[in-house]
């Protein structure tokens, strides 16, 4: 199970319930950046933290195919 960290390290902003969200939205074919405006991430510090986590969404996406 991926997990982020619940608050952002650079402003303290609660991330780690978006989290769920972002992972669906961008296994629906969402371009991560669209993903995360759509919800209200707007801070660069907070966006690095989901961003750096994409990766692990490929995989968990290719393991599904087979
Ligand atoms: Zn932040």
Redesign the pocket.
Known sequence: MTMIPVR?F??G?PIGHLWEKFKELVENGMEPAKALDMLDIK?Y??RAVFISHVDLIDLIAVYKKF
Do not use: I
């Open positions: 952002c650079s402003c902003k801070r510090c907070c």
